[in-house]
């Protein structure tokens, strides 16, 4: 009697300390550097280690960015590092001209700690979810394959884990790396195909909500002047995504931060709307990585039948996600 209500009022008190404790799978990659230091900077949430994994970029260089990172936001977490390349295609050529050439903007930068002893990502993933049932969330930010691989190893984990968000995938909606695949998905179709039929409880951040909402240099400058410590380094990387962007689409103002809507949705669900049904992801041919959702319920026969239905966000309050964001990464407590 006397402990829940102890519990009760301690979390009536404090309830923005450490709600979630999150493993972040990532290939940074700049806007997985944005939402990794959006993490860092919101109280919810505790980040208990980094995966890395290719897709921005070689592995190497993704698993070096993850150490630049926790060095520059003074974290003491552990990173394990994930596959070199997707679970049967061959690896597709890094996105250079979208990240730079070292997967941050062409900073070249260095971390501190030159190589660590890091454990295999999938098996990271597994340990942290059987030692903490029902308590990892899982925010996964690039190819899906160190999941994918964690759920071949260990199948309890799906439904062991609390939550799984991932940016995944466009749902009728062009795509980035062909008129209907996400980068994310195209980099590994098989491994995102695993993840979507596993049953996961997973949410999926789709290129339509990403739309939106822009990272812009003015704003950059704003992160900047409240909090350089971060802000500088925020700045100076996304000069080149910006830049990449207005490139693309000289109407657009900023660039797109897909990533870091992951970490929103995690803060705030009524940022999101999202439509309801099982996906199945096209591994081969000319609409590789597209992600089919069946909103119909179709016909016994369906290959869709047999899947368990994926939260797909198709949309997002821009304003209130942008606002969000400058709010966390500007805040110096
Ligand atoms: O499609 C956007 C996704 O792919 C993001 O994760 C971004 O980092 C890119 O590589
Ligand atoms: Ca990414």
Avoid at 155 to 169: D, M, N, R, T
Avoid at 260 to 269: D, H, R, V
Wanted: charged residues 20%; negative net charge; contains cysteine.
């Amino acid at each position: 009697m006397f402990k829940p209500l102890l519990m009760f009022l301690l979390l009536s008190f404090f309830p923005l300390y450490s709600q979630y404790k999150v493993i972040i799978d990532t290939d940074p990659g700049i806007d997985d550097a944005v939402a990794i230091l959006l993490a860092f900077q919101s109280p919810e949430i505790e980040v208990i280690g980094l995966t890395s994994t290719f897709g921005n970029h070689d592995i190497d260089v993704t698993t070096k960015n993850c150490q630049i990172l926790l060095e520059l936001a003074e974290k003491k977490i552990p990173i394990a590092k994930g596959f070199k390349g997707p679970l049967v295609i061959p690896k597709r050529p890094n996105p250079d001209f979208v990240h730079g050439r070292d997967g941050l903007g062409n900073l070249f930068l260095e971390p501190n700690q030159k190589e660590g002893n890091y454990e295999d990502a999938d098996s990271f993933i597994i340990r942290s979810i059987l030692e903490n049932p029902k308590e990892i969330t899982f925010i996964g930010l690039g190819p899906l394959t160190n999941l994918a691989s964690a759920l071949l190893k260990e199948p309890k984990i799906a439904s062991l884990v609390k939550e799984v968000i991932v940016f995944a995938g466009a749902i009728y909606y062009p795509g980035n790396c062909n008129p209907l695949a996400e980068a994310n998905v195209w980099s590994d179709p098989h491994a995102a195909d695993i993840v979507f039929s596993s049953g996961l409880p997973l949410t999926t951040i789709c290129l339509n909500a990403s739309k939106k909402p822009q990272l812009t240099k003015q704003i950059l400058n704003e992160i900047e002047r409240a909090n350089p410590k971060i802000g500088v380094f925020l700045n100076q990387i996304n000069q080149f995504y910006i830049d990449f962007y207005l490139s693309q689409n000289p109407s657009l103002e900023g660039a797109n931060i897909h990533d870091s809507l992951t970490i929103a949705y995690l803060l705030n669900k009524d940022l999101f709307s999202w439509v309801e049904g099982p996906i199945c992801v096209v591994k081969e041919g000319i609409a590789e990585g597209a992600t089919l959702m069946d909103t119909s319920s179709s016909n016994e026969f369906s290959p869709w039948n047999e899947r368990p239905k994926v939260r797909a966000c198709i949309d997002c309050k821009e304003k209130e996600v942008v606002a969000l964001m400058v709010e966390r990464l500007s805040s110096t407590s």
